[in-house]
């Protein structure tokens, strides 16, 4: 079964705005990434984040990590049309010798 | 560097015929990982190496799957016979460590067909 889950599965938001993804896990972690896949093409690591991690940035994407809750959020800051693909949340359980569990992703549609 | 190269980027192919699907890691990467996405089943791992070494096949669907990797810098994946059901995306992806702790870098995928 997959570990991760998406919310929403799909998103649609004006160029400019923000987009917010959330993904919650079931077991303990290791580590959580965010992967982007466009249409027809494989999957892009886009970050990596730890399980003694709260939050990280990378250009205008902000991850957030709630251990507490298990959950973890993606922000993208100031949309832009190239910004939409689906995106992936994947676990890393235990001591992250073992495999990464993808969620079923949040399609994302930016409306130039 | 390349990035992680897959051929055929097609197959279409009749059921009960054999089918391998080729990966080449990028270079200095020691993990590799095969995938299945299928809109029904979302990303499932199928296998990973590591060090050319099977660490976990437990997503091989059946027998009709295996998986080699001879070297470091090639796998294969190989469904014989095949079926319908077998129709989906295979992605081959590789990392610089083992299991789940580093990224992993995708190739473009093999869309596979069994008519």
């Known amino acids: 079964s997959q570990q991760g889950e998406e919310d929403p599965q799909a998103l649609s938001i004006q160029e400019g705005e923000n987009a917010t993804m959330n993904c919650s896990y079931k077991?303990?972690?290791?580590?959580l990434q965010w992967y982007r896949q466009n249409s027809g093409r494989g999957l892009v690591h886009l970050i990596l984040i730890r399980s003694n991690e709260r939050e990280k940035h990378s250009g205008r994407l902000r991850v957030t990590l709630d251990t507490s809750k298990k959950s973890s959020s993606l922000l993208i800051t100031a949309s832009r049309a190239a910004d939409t693909a689906s995106y992936f949340c994947a676990t890393a359980p235990g001591s992250g010798n073992e495999k990464l569990t993808f969620g079923t992703g949040t399609r994302l549609t930016i409306i130039p | 560097d390349a990035g992680v190269i897959q051929s055929p980027r097609h197959e279409v192919t009749e059921m009960g015929q054999e089918v391998t699907l080729r990966c080449k890691p990028i270079?200095?990467?020691?993990?590799l990982f095969w995938y299945r996405q299928t809109m029904m089943r979302g990303l499932e791992l199928l296998i990973y190496?590591?060090?050319?070494?099977?660490?976990?096949d437990s997503g091989m669907p059946e027998d009709r799957f295996s998986a080699k990797m001879p070297n470091a810098s090639f796998s294969t994946l190989k469904i014989q016979p095949s079926e319908p059901r077998d129709s989906a995306v295979y992605f081959c992806a590789s990392s610089l460590g083992g299991g789940s702790s580093y990224e992993q870098y995708f190739g473009p995928g093999t869309r596979l067909t069994v008519t």
């Open positions: 190496f590591n060090n050319n070494v099977p660490i976990d």
């Open positions: 077991t303990s972690i290791n580590n």
């Open positions: 270079s200095g990467h020691n993990s």
